[in-house]
């Protein structure tokens, strides 16, 4: 309607974000277009806060992704360049990520709406930094996601669901949050799976462990099936123990998987034996 656009964070997230799909299609004169722009445009040492997981996903991901499809070193000295700059996040009391990050001062702090980081976010960061270390030879980008996911792992939690807020200065759960597979905790289940596939698949790995309680208890605690037509869908629990039959777009994936969560259990676990002992 405007025919404007708005620059979340100045990074040119859609840009950066859309090469790789852009290289892929062989769509070469918009490819060129966005390399240019990131040559001679991309500053990342501006002086504003980030969000740590929205550039992580987005910008740091895009970079890396079009780095192993083109190998053009210019991605990479900007990834590299990203990934140090995100990395005063970490430099919390417990390890776990404050949410917000100055580009420029290098100071980090949790949101200003809330003294808690959103557990999705501090959870699903890792893909990214592992595989920054992993391109640059260097293990300070894995070794700090690698804290925080084991921190999460120690916390206790609820048949594997876990509250939607983490304080990053105390390093616990924000006491009767919500629980759910929606906005703020929807990604923590996905990246435990997609991080036992990236670290090799270890059977007896606690990322695939948690997957699995987690799944358990999506099923015992959160599925229902409405009383007249049927239908399955995945609720909240408030306060991490009443039941709200509320689901929001993130979370209607799960109506497709319920019916076969159990399936798709025994199917890992099929695949996991094999896999161990031929």
Same mark, same amino acid.
């Given at each position: 309607?405007?025919?404007?656009?708005?620059?979340?964070?100045?990074?040119?997230?859609?840009?950066?974000?859309?090469?790789?799909? /852009?290289?892929?299609?062989?769509?070469?004169?918009?490819?060129?277009?966005?390399?240019?722009?990131?040559?001679?445009?991309? !500053? #990342?040492?501006?002086?504003?806060?980030?969000?740590?997981?929205?550039?992580?996903?987005?910008?740091?991901?895009?970079?890396?992704?079009?780095?192993?499809?083109?190998?053009?070193?210019?991605?990479?000295?900007?990834?590299?360049?990203?990934?140090?700059? /995100?990395?005063?996040?970490?430099?919390?009391?417990?390890?776990?990520?404050?949410?917000?990050?100055?580009?420029?001062?290098?100071?980090?702090?949790?949101? !200003?709406?809330?003294?808690?980081?959103?557990?999705?976010?501090?959870?699903?960061?890792? #893909?990214?930094?592992?595989?920054?270390?992993?391109?640059?030879?260097?293990?300070?980008?894995?070794?700090?996601?690698?804290?925080?996911?084991?921190?999460?792992? $120690?916390?206790?939690?609820?048949?594997?669901?876990?509250?939607?807020?983490?304080?990053?200065?105390?390093?616990?759960?924000?006491?009767?949050?919500?629980?759910?597979?929606?906005?703020?905790?929807?990604?923590?289940?996905?990246?435990?799976?997609?991080?036992? +596939?990236?670290?090799?698949?270890?059977?007896?790995?606690? +990322?695939?462990?948690?997957?699995? $309680?987690?799944?358990?208890?999506?099923?015992?605690? +959160?599925?229902?099936?409405?009383?007249?037509? %049927?239908?399955?869908?995945?609720?909240?629990?408030?306060?991490?123990?009443?039941?709200?039959?509320?689901?929001? %777009?993130?979370?209607?994936?799960?109506?497709?998987?319920?019916?076969?969560?159990?399936?798709?259990?025994?199917?890992?676990?099929?695949?996991?034996?094999?896999? %161990?002992?031929?």
């Amino acid at each position: 309607i405007t025919q404007t656009y708005t620059g979340w964070f100045n990074l040119g997230l859609t840009i950066i974000d859309a090469l790789d799909t /852009l290289y892929i299609m062989d769509m070469q004169e918009q490819y060129d277009e966005g390399k240019r722009w990131v040559e001679t445009s991309l !500053k #990342l040492d501006i002086n504003r806060d980030v969000n740590l997981f929205e550039v992580t996903i987005r910008v740091l991901g895009g970079l890396l992704s079009i780095y192993h499809l083109s190998g053009e070193e210019v991605f990479l000295a900007k990834a590299t360049e990203l990934g140090n700059r /995100l990395m005063p996040a970490f430099d919390s009391p417990s390890l776990i990520p404050y949410s917000d990050v100055n580009l420029f001062t290098l100071k980090a702090h949790a949101p !200003k709406w809330s003294p808690d980081s959103s557990t999705s976010e501090v959870t699903t960061i890792q #893909l990214e930094f592992r595989d920054l270390s992993r391109v640059t030879k260097d293990p300070v980008y894995e070794n700090s996601i690698a804290r925080v996911s084991e921190k999460v792992h $120690e916390l206790p939690k609820t048949d594997g669901l876990v509250p939607i807020f983490i304080n990053a200065n105390t390093g616990s759960f924000r006491n009767f949050a919500t629980i759910s597979l929606g906005a703020r905790g929807d990604s923590y289940y996905e990246y435990l799976l997609k991080q036992w +596939l990236q670290t090799g698949k270890k059977v007896d790995d606690f +990322l695939i462990e948690d997957y699995k $309680e987690a799944i358990d208890g999506v099923i015992k605690h +959160l599925r229902r099936v409405t009383p007249n037509e %049927h239908h399955v869908y995945i609720g909240e629990l408030l306060s991490g123990k009443d039941f709200k039959p509320k689901m929001d %777009h993130l979370t209607w994936y799960c109506t497709l998987l319920s019916r076969t969560l159990k399936l798709i259990d025994l199917l890992l676990f099929f695949v996991i034996y094999l896999e %161990h002992f031929y």
